[in-house]
């Protein structure tokens, strides 16, 4: 197979894990007889320091003409001082909005050699953990009208959703199902929000063309609390994007540390940008130091769902857990009794393994 994957490293550690995922896709290459020709482009704050803006309309248009889009991650402080028009965030809102993703596919797993890293307790831990989280990307609070008062101290945010935006999202949610453990949980607040009430009533109705999927609704603060009292009971969880932003990042914490969490955002078609779910972390950028395993694994996303590839995905998740399994740890997952590696070292490794 050819492929062409645009990059976007991105800000602080973006370049330096982007490099290991890379490395590692281009190891699958080789191994498999694929040609990946791979396309470094800028975005966020990287973006405005070149051109004065976060994402160039030449980068968006790469983006779209490319098999997939590989990102690291965006934004820190020095890019503080930018308007809010301008922000490196801004480049990443575009950017989902100008490729037409509306589904971020949150996978939570917790790696065996890993668990002592959930801070769950061990018998909640001890029963299987794999979900993954759809979350809308498109609509909700985050795109819905502002206002703000003259004098400052009143402000208004819009929840709004379609219902064609809802049966968009809930399809590629049922869909998933399918082809895992037929279990879908729908989020919502449809006890308080009208939004919410049109979120169920849209997933009910998707749902009669599902009839082998088990559908359960939870209202969004209960789906927090179950996430942490029995997080094996969940398979696949639909949601907005202001619930799905928070519940993720929840499931993160879960697995143990944000730097193992791989990400797609998929919309219609195969085209996809792919991500790990972690900020730039300034604090250890140019160290060597940055855990990679997030972006390798949404390389491993990358190949599954952009490029059809389910063989070459496993032998790079596979090559996750034999690294871990022979005990080597970044600094964020790292404790006595295992060796420290480097964000360098951790991508050699697993290339090796492929």
């Known amino acids: 197979m050819k492929a062409n994957i645009v990059t976007l490293p991105g800000d602080y550690i973006g370049p330096e894990i982007i490099a290991q995922a890379v490395r590692v896709l281009e190891a699958v290459a080789a191994k498999y007889g ?3 020709a791979f396309d470094e482009r800028k975005l966020g704050g990287a973006s405005i320091d070149a051109f004065g803006v976060p994402l160039t309309d030449e980068t968006l248009a790469c983006c779209n003409a490319a098999d997939a889009v590989l990102m690291g991650s965006v934004g820190g402080p020095k890019w503080d001082g930018v308007e809010a028009a301008r922000r490196p965030e801004k480049g990443l809102l575009a950017l989902r909005k100008g490729m037409g993703v509306f589904a971020n596919l949150r996978p939570c797993t917790i790696h065996p050699q890993l668990a002592g890293a959930c801070p769950l307790r061990a018998d909640i831990v001890s029963q299987p953990i794999d979900i993954v989280i759809v979350r809308e990307l498109t609509g909700d609070i985050y795109f819905g009208k502002r206002w703000r008062a003259e004098d ?26 399918k082809k895992r453990r037929g279990k879908l949980c729908s989020v919502d607040k449809a ?24 559908v359960t ?7 927090a609390m179950q996430l942490i009292l029995r997080p094996s009971q969940f398979d696949v969880m639909i949601t907005g994007n202001l619930f799905g932003d928070i519940l993720s990042d929840e499931s993160a914490a879960i ?20 991500e790990p779910i972690h900020g730039s972390a300034p604090d250890i950028a140019g160290q060597d130091i940055a855990n990679p395993l997030g972006t390798i694994l949404s390389g491993a996303l990358l190949l599954r769902y952009s490029l ?12 996750v857990e034999q690294v871990l399994d022979e005990g080597y740890r970044t600094a964020d997952i790292w404790h006595e009794g295992l060796e420290k590696v480097g964000c360098t070292r951790m991508g050699e490794l697993v290339a090796q393994r492929i």
């Not at 997933?203 to 063309?209: F, M």
């Not at 609704?217 to 789906?223: E, G």
């Not at 059809?308 to 090559?319: I, M, Q």
Request: aromatic letters at 8%.
């Open 34 to 36: 694929h040609e990946f």
């Open 152 to 177: 400052r101290m009143a402000a208004t945010d819009e929840m709004a959703y379609s219902a064609a935006e809802v049966e968009r999202l809930a399809r590629i949610g049922f869909e998933m199902a």
């Open 191 to 214: 006890n308080v929000l009208e939004c919410s009430r049109l979120w169920r009533e849209t997933v009910a109705r998707v749902s009669r063309d599902y009839p082998e999927v088990e």
């Open 217 to 223: 609704n939870m209202y969004v603060d209960n789906a």
């Open 255 to 274: 697995a143990g540390s944000l730097g193992m969490m791989p990400s797609a955002s998929l919309g219609v078609g195969t085209r996809g940008l792919y």
């Open 308 to 319: 059809g590839l389910e063989e070459e995905a496993k032998a790079v998740e596979r090559a």
